[in-house]
């Protein structure tokens, strides 16, 4: 786990395929979950919203999805998809990433958990 400010990335482990040598998935699933306080949930959604934006136009960006959760208003979640580790890495070093999340700072309600995601079975 590596936390970057208000941001915690749980490590995944990395899986290959048959051979050991390549990847079982062919694009790196990312989930982040974005909790924003009470009150402060148009400032956040807008930064998200303009991530958002921003980032399906980036290196290796599959798909950038935005939802706010309907069991707990105010809870962002983002899906996405990359091409690899190396564009997500990338992706995180961005000024949009830095914008947003400067932007949401002061009106987030925790941390920010970004997950990684592996296949769970067969």
């Not at 105010?74 to 949009?96: C, N, P, R």
Request: glycine fraction near 10%.
């Amino acid at each position: 786990m590596a936390q970057l400010g208000h941001i915690v990335v749980f490590s995944g482990r990395q899986q290959l395929g048959p051979t050991g040598n390549e990847s079982l998935m062919a694009d790196l699933r990312v989930v982040a979950v974005i909790p924003a306080k009470p009150g402060s949930e148009d400032t956040v959604r807008a930064a998200l919203n303009t991530l958002a934006d921003a980032s399906r136009g980036h290196q290796g960006c599959l798909s950038y999805d935005l939802f706010e959760s309907a069991a707990s208003p105010g809870t962002f979640v983002t899906i996405e998809s990359w091409t690899g580790q190396e564009d997500l890495d990338a992706h995180m070093g961005t000024d949009d990433v830095a914008a947003a999340f400067g932007a949401a700072a002061d009106h987030l309600a925790g941390e920010v958990a970004i997950h990684p995601l592996v296949p769970a079975g067969s």
